[in-house]
Nanobody, 123 residues
Framework: QVQLVESGGGLVQAGGSLRLSCAAS????????VGWFRQAAGKERELVAA????????YYADSVKGRFTISRDNAKNTVHLRMNNLKPEDTAVYYC????????????????WGQGTQVTVSS
């Protein structure tokens, strides 16, 4: 099992940047693909970025390509999501999630979830 805790959310002006972090428990973190999802008020949850266990494969949703960067440090059991040039439409609760590596990154069938962190982008 993996337990996930997000941090780094907050209020930022449009055009600004934030870095979200996802801290994971467990000694086999490199065996898990980790994804960042977001859910805006009244909208469905969407996968915005994902990274395979050893960072070989990375996925980005079209809406964030060129602005968001996902990375991981398996020695520290952490995954980061660097978000640049933020837009008001990026406002959402952001969740990190994990599933066993070896599965497709873009299929949102993740097994373990954090509690979420709020990101608010003002115009």
């Amino acid at each position: 099992q993996v337990q996930l805790v997000e941090s780094g959310g907050g209020l930022v002006q449009a055009g600004g940047s934030l870095r979200l972090s996802c801290a994971a428990s467990g000694r086999t973190f490199s065996m898990y693909t980790v994804g960042w999802f977001r859910q805006a008020a009244g909208k469905e949850r969407e996968l915005v970025a994902a990274i395979s266990g050893r960072s070989v494969l990375i996925y980005y949703a079209d809406s964030v390509k060129g602005r968001f960067t996902i990375s991981r440090d398996n020695a520290k059991n952490t995954v980061h999501l660097r978000m640049n040039n933020l837009k008001p439409e990026d406002t959402a609760v952001y969740y990190c999630a994990a599933k066993s590596t070896g599965q497709r990154l873009d299929i949102p069938d993740y097994d373990y979830w954090g509690q979420g962190t709020q990101v608010t982008v003002s115009s």
